[in-house]
């Protein structure tokens, strides 16, 4: 009996445990093709670190496939079909991915696959539980967190599944007859910032490392960011290299603060996933669309207050150290992205999306559903009930959340000779604020001030 093949193509699963598609491919043909598709639409808007971060993931994928990964280049609705033919595969095994640009090549791939007899099979996402699943009462979407985390929960998700590299027997992709041309991973583009270690072995590592360590004290520790207290799993679950069922099915017994806080946290990646699934225009626009009466800065002088936030010399040292901890590790602490990101929305009145285009060009985990959904709370246009008039002070968080300023001494060179928490107002200092330090670049509480006013707009639109 002649040979059946079948494709994996990975995309944002990058790992071989707890791979479902690895199953269904098992078991709809005796050997699959592993591919992975360069698709320009994907990583023309990347920035240098997460393509990097990606390519390291994918050296890694090949090794443990015995150098079996086919990369190619190209539109996967003219690729994908392509291969599948070259190889004789009537099924493309994916897990699905809802977000707005996924959703639209997986149906375009889906047709084209049609023309050539092969069907796309979807098994699992990048989520424990996939957008759309988890519904109020009324059969209706939630728009509020903590219901949805409730539900969620209540809802519950499959044990990670049972795979390895060896679940699957991997075609050597020099087989193939015809198709597109195989290219190599390519080499690692100049990038500013530090990366974590790329791959699915980083990734459990770290994971083990923060839970025999970290996660019992999550709760107490995550909102320190001179404090390693949170997991830094974030680029890891971006692309894949774990899913978070593995990480919820290590955590389910534990019963510490730190654990129950830290799969809430995991809730609210699902949360934004499944918003955006919902809304796929609020990646662009206000979630709430009252806030579109929100007047914002435009011109040259809100330009160059942009540059003064990207480059992290605003003057006030804990905006700053996040700026620039985000060009150094291409990554930023989570109670620093909300402080940028209100300095950025609430003290220059410069559109969220502003920040949030500066953040998916560094960030290493850039996510659109996190990342988008992460200003708009901030901004108070998403959907959280956050209310708008939550400004954050930036010299008070900076004393609440770096007590003893070794975070801001970190990344901001210039206060490194400033001792405590003097260092959050460098302008009280006796001598005045050191050599190459800039003055604050506005007056919080006239800002503050100005904010409200401005919300005035929002408050009365229909
Ligand atoms: P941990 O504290 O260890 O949390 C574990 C995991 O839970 C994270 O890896 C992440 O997957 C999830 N998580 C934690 N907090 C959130 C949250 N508020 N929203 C959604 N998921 C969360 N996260 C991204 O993954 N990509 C982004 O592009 C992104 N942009 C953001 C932009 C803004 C303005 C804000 C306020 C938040 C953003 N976040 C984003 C959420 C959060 O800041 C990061 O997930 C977190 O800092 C990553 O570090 P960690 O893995 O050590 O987090």
């Not at 059946?4 to 699963?13: P, Y």
């Not at 799969?263 to 990646?283: C, G, H, K, M, N």
């Not at 410069?350 to 901004?379: C, E, I, K, Y």
């Not at 954050?392 to 000779?417: C, H, K, M, S």
Request: glycine share 8%; charged share 25%; aromatic share 10%.
């Amino acid at each position: 009996m002649a040979t059946s093949t079948a494709v994996v193509w990975f995309r944002r699963d990058l790992r071989v445990h707890d791979q479902p598609t690895f199953l269904s491919a098992a078991d709809a043909a005796d050997r699959s093709l592993a591919l992975f598709v360069l698709d320009p639409a994907l990583l023309t808007p990347s920035g240098a670190a997460r393509k990097n971060f990606l390519y390291g993931a994918l050296r890694e994928l090949d090794s443990a496939l015995g150098g079996k990964l086919l990369v190619v280049h190209g539109d996967p609705a003219d690729v994908v079909p392509r291969i599948a033919k070259a190889v004789g595969a009537a099924t493309v095994h994916i897990a699905a991915d809802y977000g707005p640009y996924g959703r639209e090549r997986d149906e375009n791939v889906e047709k084209a696959l049609a023309d050539v007899d092969a069907e796309l099979v979807r098994t699992g996402s990048p989520y424990a539980v996939a957008p759309d699943r988890v519904k109020n009462g009324s059969g209706d979407p939630f728009k509020v967190f903590t219901p949805f985390s409730r539900a969620w929960a209540d809802h519950g998700w499959r044990a990670p599944a049972d795979t390895d590299a060896s679940t699957v027997t991997w075609m050597d992709p020099s087989d193939k007859d015809g198709g597109p041309r195989a290219v190599k991973i390519p080499d690692d583009e100049t990038c500013e910032s530090q990366l974590p270690e790329p791959g699915e072995s980083a990734a459990l590592a770290l994971w083990k490392e923060f839970l025999d360590g970290g996660v019992d004290g999550y709760r107490d520790r995550r909102d320190l960011p001179a404090a390693q207290g949170t997991s830094g799993m974030s680029p890891y679950l971006k692309y894949g290299c774990i899913h978070p069922r593995t990480i919820l099915a290590d955590t389910a017994s534990m019963k510490s603060d730190g654990a129950g806080t830290y799969r809430t946290e995991i809730a609210w990646r699902e949360f934004y996933a499944d918003v955006l699934y919902q809304r796929p225009d609020s990646a662009r626009e206000n979630y709430d669309k009252k806030f579109d009466a929100l007047p914002n800065e435009t011109g040259p002088e809100a330009d160059e207050a942009f540059a003064a936030w990207q480059e992290g010399r605003t003057g006030f040292p804990i905006v700053d150290a996040g700026m620039r901890q985000l060009r150094a590790e291409a990554w930023m602490h989570n109670r620093l992205r909300m402080i940028v990101a209100s300095f950025l929305t609430k003290d220059l009145h410069l559109p969220w999306w502003w920040g949030a285009r500066h953040f998916m060009q560094l960030l290493v985990d850039g996510d659109l559903a996190s990342n988008q959904h992460g200003w708009q709370w901030t901004a108070g246009s998403g959907t959280d009930a956050s209310p708008y008039f939550r400004i954050f002070n930036p010299i008070t968080q900076g004393e609440r959340f770096d007590p003893d300023g070794d975070y801001v001494r970190r990344w901001v060179p210039e206060l490194a000779g400033v001792k405590g928490k003097a260092v959050h107002q460098p302008w009280k200092l006796p001598d005045g604020i050191p050599d190459g330090y800039p003055e604050p670049m506005v007056d919080h509480k006239a800002e503050r001030q100005e904010s409200l006013a401005r919300y005035e707009k929002v408050k009365n639109a229909r």
